[in-house]
């Protein structure tokens, strides 16, 4: 089965950047699309970004394109999320996720269990 951790999650002053990661096992990452999803205090969670199985295509929610940047790394079974110029508003848990495909409504394979970032001064 596969399975994710995240990690690379924190506290940032705004304006900041963080990087985050999600190490995939069980499977081999490179069959799935991958993406990752924020979860903000009293709200749903939301899709942030999403990337292709080969890393060709990749698509990001409108609060944080130009500001977040999706990646892979298929022989290290690896996906990332930089984040940069982090407003407080970006606070959340973050979860990466394997998807089938990167569309509207994704069937999700599997979560990780999320990895807290906290933009505050």
């Known amino acids: 089965q596969l399975q994710l951790v995240e990690s690379g999650g924190g506290l940032v002053q705004p304006g900041g950047s963080l990087r985050l990661s999600c190490a995939a096992s069980?499977?081999?990452?490179?069959?799935?699309?991958a993406g990752w999803f924020g979860q903000a205090p009293g709200k749903e969670r939301e899709e942030i970004s999403c990337?292709?199985?080969?890393?060709?295509?990749?698509n990001y929610a409108a609060s944080v394109k130009g500001r977040f940047t999706i990646s892979r790394d298929n022989a290290k079974n690896l996906v990332y999320l930089e984040m940069n110029s982090l407003k407080p508003e970006d606070t959340a848990v973050y979860y990466c996720a394997a998807l089938r495909l990167c569309v509207l409504h994704p069937v999700i394979v599997s979560w990780g269990q999320g990895t807290q970032v906290t933009v505050s001064s």
């Open positions: 069980g499977l081999i990452l490179d069959y799935y699309a």
């Open positions: 990337i292709s199985s080969s890393g060709g295509s990749t």
